[in-house]
């Protein structure tokens, strides 16, 4: 659990972090350490061959003590040109390597001191160097590797227990800050989130900005300013859905009045007086019209439309049905019809939705037309790589620019007389059910286009046709 939170994982990487760096300065760090053991040796193979200096007679038993004291078995001083055998003791074998630290480069003693890490073997090994504070050219010593080696070894284990304290402090100090820093406002900012969610219309809920750290800050007051527009949005919700209710129970008894009325009316269409036959139709289309407007509201406030079922299926069969319904409505209407969808067109979609959209299309255009002295309604469609596009076009006289503002909003009234403003509504929002838009293209003197735009992407894997296309 603590490895998968923000300041365990941060703890972990620090000290990976830091380790990696002192492994890095390792190798460097061991070849200074060995260049400076080998210094030292020589400095101290100078210091006994100036005994020898200062008496050119020194006994056996000195010159061993000498020897062992300096870590070597023989030191060469060259004085003058002259190279002398200062001190000598047996060797336990052959010179296996010559090291001169005149010469080495950092790389070279870098490399050397890698090599000798890993070569256990016990080696005896030349080293030259120049004399400290001008005792002579060059001091030459004969030494073992093995003291070298443990010596090594023992540095490297003190740098990696020194490092490992190094970076457990540096990444405890660091998770301790990031947990004060950043953790805990992070942590109160979630609570908030969480509070707030439970109680959306609690004003209380809305998060204070406080958060000193500017990062912090300014995702507080984004988070605060989003807070107050959601709260403000639910509230007009609230407000919209208890008007839709009383509206929705004002529509249910007007419409049971209306239809008492209708009764009435339709008794007084039997008088034969001529005033009350000349009324009697305008009274009747406008009880049937407020009926209508009741109907359609009742039907646009129940629950949201479903999602749509999708089917392939032939767009010239709805168009036809479509179409066959208008003309019998239309009556006695000097309105043609007419069909450009290709025989073989098949669309994915929902054919019922889809039935709906036309049909409030069509009926719109139709009641555009009626008054005029014929018309024309048309109903196309094609199909693209990328989608099937269905055209509705009259011949009518446009929408207004007024109508045009608040085309597809709900009780908007399109710009007809006698129109609830919901066909337009409803049909774009089933469009937007399938992934598509709905479009008025043009409009104007010579007519008006509505345009469908049904995407092919809606087609899935998960079903046979769609497979099918998918393999083609």
Known sequence: MFLNSLSGRFLILTAAFVMLAEVLIFVPSIASFREDYLQSRLERAQIASLVLLADDMIDAELERELLLNAEVFNVVLRRDEARELMLSSPVPGPVAASFDLREESFAMLMRDAVVRLFDSENEVIRVIGDPVREGGLVIEVTMESAPLRDAMLEYGRRILALSAIISIATAVLLFLSVRTLMVRPIKKVVQNMMGYAKAPEDARQIIAPASRVRELR?????????????????????????????????????????????????????????????????????????????????????????????????????????????????????????????????????????????????????????????????????????????RVEDTGPGLPPKAQELLFQPFAAGGRKGGTGLGLAISAELVRGHGGRLELERTGPDGTVFAIHLPRGLETLADPVAREEAAQ
């Not at 527009?229 to 008894?253: C, F, M, P, T, W």
């Not at 009324?279 to 009926?291: D, F, T, Y």
């Not at 039935?355 to 196309?380: P, T």
């Open 218 to 390: 300014e995702a507080e007051e984004a988070l605060h300013d989003l807070q107050e527009q959601l709260s403000s949005a639910l509230k007009q919700k609230e407000r919209l859905a208890q008007l839709g209710g009383a509206v929705a129970r004002i529509s249910h008894d007007l419409r049971n009045i209306l239809t008492t009325a209708q009764l009435f009316a339709d008794r007084v269409e039997m008088s034969e007086d001529p005033g009350v036959q000349r009324a009697v139709p305008k009274l009747m289309g406008s009880i049937s019209r407020a009926v209508n407007l009741c109907e359609s509201t009742l039907a646009f406030g129940k629950a949201e439309e479903p999602a749509p079922r999708l089917t392939r299926f032939n767009l010239s069969e709805v168009v036809g049905d479509v179409v066959d319904s208008e003309r019998l409505a239309a009556g006695e209407d000097d309105i043609s019809y007419s069909e450009d969808v290709p025989a073989n067109l098949s669309v994915r979609a929902d054919p019922e939705q889809l039935y709906r959209i036309l049909r409030n299309l069509v009926r719109n255009a139709r009641q555009a037309l009626q008054g005029a002295s014929g018309g024309e309604i048309m109903v196309s469609g094609y199909e693209t790589a990328d989608e099937w596009t269905i």
